[in-house]
């Protein structure tokens, strides 16, 4: 099902070597060199020190479960695989946040500090979206 219903994400200004990183699966950060640490959401200087130095490396794509909703309804708004689905705000290892959906487990087991790990979808272009799943000792037996 391949991207089909899915709003695809756009690209934003600096997100570029994200989004091409997602073409290999690979989950890639923007670290600050000044700061020496990563950044996230990907753009084109760094929001501590609004340095332009910037590398992209590769995150583990483990992390937990911050916050999360659970969203029954779409209100018409297309999503692959329809409601309910669980939108997450993901703690990476690397220290930074992103959200995502939670995936692979039923939406009432997803709770705040679950250990989960990155997955992905592909998206109509060659991207991939990443999701989060429960890492195996999250499971609900
Ligand atoms: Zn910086």
Excluded: K
């Amino acid at each position: 099902m391949t991207g089909a219903g899915r709003l695809e994400p756009p690209v934003g200004q600096g997100a570029e070597p994200f989004w091409e990183g997602t073409r290999d699966r690979q989950l890639l950060l923007p670290w600050c060199t000044a700061c020496r640490r990563p950044f996230f959401y990907p753009r084109p200087f760094c929001p501590v020190c609004l340095g332009r130095d910037i590398e992209w490396r590769r995150a583990s794509g483990d992390g937990s479960v911050y916050a999360f909703t659970v969203e029954h309804r779409t209100e018409g708004v297309p999503f692959a695989g329809g409601a309910p689905f669980v939108v997450g705000l993901v703690a990476l290892d690397e220290g930074v946040r992103l959200m995502a959906n939670i995936v692979g487990c039923p939406t009432g087991d997803v709770r705040v500090g679950m250990a989960v790990t990155v997955s992905w979808e592909a998206l109509s272009d060659g991207r991939h979206l990443p999701l989060f799943t429960p890492q195996p000792g999250e499971r609900a037996s």
